[in-house]
T-cell receptor, first 113, second 112 residues
Framework: NAGVTQTPKFRILKIGQSMTLQCAQDMNHNYMYWYRQDPGMGLKLIYYSVGAGITDKGEVPNGYNVSRSTTEDFPLRLELAAPSQTSVYFC????????????FGPGTRLTVL | GENVEQHPSTLSVQEGDSAVIKCTYSDSASNYFPWYKQELGKRPQLIIDIRSNVGEKKDQRIAVTLNKTAKHFSLHITETQPEDSAVYFCAASDFGNEKLTFGTGTRLTIIP
């Protein structure tokens, strides 16, 4: 199993540009998450999904959009990138039970200039 | 919503000594408490977790304790080694709520 994969690993965007961060998992997890981690800080939940076709907002959803058309894929869309979105983005997935601890992907380091 | 506080933010211990990191949570409905380790430039990785029906759990040099009455839980690392140097995050959730709330992290440095 590849686990959780994310592409790209690194990206530099100009202010106002858009992009999609890709995330895929092959563990048949029904829950998937997007977190951002600012330098030296903790993890903030952006969006999550409990299954295909179902998404919901986390703590910091503004400026982002997601979709979940399949169990495996959970892309994160950034529209009109801003310097405040400079961060490391982690995708994660988990089973709904018995435990909820997500398994994280390797991350995408995004810089907006 | 849930709020998780984590202390200390930085911790330095001599190799071979023990390290303790503490977290408090606000939502009495929370019943699942995982701990993650994040090495520099890497992804967070689960190292141990505990459910509210258990007061303590051990895995080799790592242990977690939970005090539901006081709403706090702690990570204990014994016989620390240089490879234990990392940032450690606690988290809390309610099984009815799919979202984990993370603490702000503790940077642990093991001094050889």
């Amino acid at each position: 199993n590849a686990g959780v994969t994310q592409t790209p690993k690194f990206r530099i965007l100009k202010i106002g540009q858009s992009m999609t961060l890709q995330c895929a998992q092959d563990m048949n997890h029904n829950y998937m998450y997007w977190y951002r981690q600012d330098p030296g800080m903790g993890l903030k939940l952006i969006y999550y999904s409990v299954g295909a076709g179902i998404t919901d907002k986390g703590e910091v959803p503004n400026g982002y959009n997601v979709s979940r058309s399949t169990t495996e894929d959970f892309p994160l869309r950034l529209e009109l990138a801003a310097p405040s979105q400079t961060s490391v983005y982690f995708c994660a997935s988990s089973y709904s039970s018995p435990g909820l601890a997500p398994y994280f992907g390797p991350g995408t380091r995004l810089t907006v200039l | 919503g849930e709020n998780v506080e984590q202390h200390p933010s930085t911790l330095s211990v001599q190799e071979g000594d023990s390290a303790v990191i503490k977290c408090t949570y606000s939502d009495s409905a929370s019943n699942y408490f995982p701990w993650y380790k994040q090495e520099l430039g890497k992804r967070p990785q689960l190292i141990i977790d505990i459910r509210s029906n258990v007061g303590e759990k051990k895995d080799q040099r790592i242990a977690v304790t939970l005090n539901k009455t006081a709403k706090h839980f702690s990570l204990h690392i014994t016989e620390t080694q240089p490879e234990d140097s990392a940032v450690y995050f606690c988290a809390a959730s309610d099984f009815g709520n799919e979202k984990l709330t993370f603490g702000t992290g503790t940077r642990l440095t093991i001094i050889p």
